[in-house]
């Protein structure tokens, strides 16, 4: 039976402030993780919550936390040309983790579309910033315009990576993040969810919650996998 975990306020003073909540795991590991949100949402979107809630379940110490763009207005896209200020803001977060936590060892980092890509490309700026990326629905490219790849940083990327990706994404197909993997030195893995859209859910509203959970566990079950290996090697 997994143990549940405490949630808390989060902020940070620093040149970017932090802002966000703390998962505390009751049975901890020397594990961190900083989750960040997609371009329309903000660090409370469901996905994130049940993502945080299953990692600390499994013994991680989760901070999910907005955007600078997010914390400056609460609603709207990132702010045109801004994106390295929010990259500086997903750099803050691991470092006040980092501050708060100096018993934790393996810090990763992730996050959901576009707080996903932020990430992916701070690591392949600043390797030291993360152990591995957890990387939902990563945005390939806009929807209908394949062409328009956002994978000039892949080559530089040198941290290991799960990628979590819905078979209905607009923004990839299947066979376009797989060939887009190709490119990265990195160890990567790919955690497909059959029928799932951008938002990773498949079924009925009604089941959200639930499916929320199945997913969640189902994440980072995948992502011990890219750490650690198959269960069988981890028990030698």
Same mark, same amino acid.
């Given at each position: 039976?997994?143990?549940?975990?405490?949630?808390?306020?989060?902020?940070?003073?620093?040149? !970017?402030?932090?802002?966000?909540?703390?998962?505390?795991?009751?049975?901890?590991?020397?594990?961190?993780?900083?989750?960040?949100h997609?371009?329309?949402?903000?660090?409370?979107?469901?996905? %994130?919550?049940?993502?945080?809630?299953?990692?600390?379940?499994?013994?991680?110490? !989760? %901070? $999910?936390?907005?955007?600078?763009? /997010?914390?400056?207005?609460?609603?709207?896209?990132?702010?045109?040309?801004?994106?390295?200020?929010?990259?500086?803001?997903?750099?803050?977060?691991?470092?006040?983790?980092?501050?708060?936590?100096?018993?934790?060892?393996?810090?990763? %980092?992730?996050g959901?579309?576009?707080?996903?890509?932020?990430?992916?490309?701070?690591?392949?700026?600043?390797?030291? !910033?993360?152990?591995?990326?957890?990387?939902?629905?990563?945005?390939?490219?806009?929807?209908?315009?394949?062409?328009?790849? /956002?994978?000039a940083h892949?080559?530089?990327?040198?941290?290991?990576?799960?990628?979590?990706?819905?078979?209905?994404?607009?923004?990839?197909s299947?066979?376009?993040?797989?060939?887009?993997? /190709?490119?990265?030195?990195?160890?990567?893995?790919?955690?497909?969810?059959?029928?799932?859209?951008?938002?990773?859910?498949?079924?009925?509203?009604?089941? $959200?919650?639930e499916?929320?959970?199945?997913?969640?566990?189902?994440?980072?079950?995948?992502?011990?996998?890219?750490?650690?290996?198959?269960?069988?090697? /981890?028990?030698?």
């Open positions: 039976m997994e143990m549940t975990a405490d949630c808390e306020p989060f902020a940070a003073d620093s040149p !970017v402030p932090v802002r966000g909540f703390l998962h505390r795991s009751v049975a901890p590991s020397d594990d961190a993780l900083v989750m960040t997609g371009a329309g949402s903000n660090c409370n979107a469901p996905l %994130l919550i049940a993502v945080a809630e299953a990692f600390a379940a499994g013994g991680f110490l !989760v %901070l $999910r936390c907005d955007l600078p763009y /997010r914390q400056a207005r609460p609603y709207g896209p990132p702010f045109r040309g801004e994106s390295e200020r929010d990259r500086q803001g997903l750099r803050s977060a691991a470092a006040a983790l980092r501050a708060a936590a100096p018993g934790i060892t393996r810090f990763f %980092l992730g959901h579309s576009y707080g996903g890509r932020q990430a992916s490309m701070l690591a392949a700026e600043s390797p030291e !910033v993360a152990d591995g990326l957890l990387l939902l629905s990563y945005p390939l490219h806009p929807p209908r315009k394949p062409s328009e790849m /956002r994978t892949f080559p530089a990327l040198h941290t290991p990576a799960l990628f979590v990706h819905g078979t209905r994404d607009p923004f990839a299947s066979e376009e993040i797989a060939s887009a993997l /190709r490119l990265i030195p990195a160890t990567t893995s790919l955690l497909s969810i059959e029928g799932a859209g951008h938002d990773l859910l498949t079924g009925a509203k009604a089941r $959200r919650t499916s929320l959970r199945d997913l969640a566990q189902n994440i980072r079950d995948a992502f011990l996998v890219l750490k650690y290996g198959p269960a069988t090697e /981890r028990q030698k």
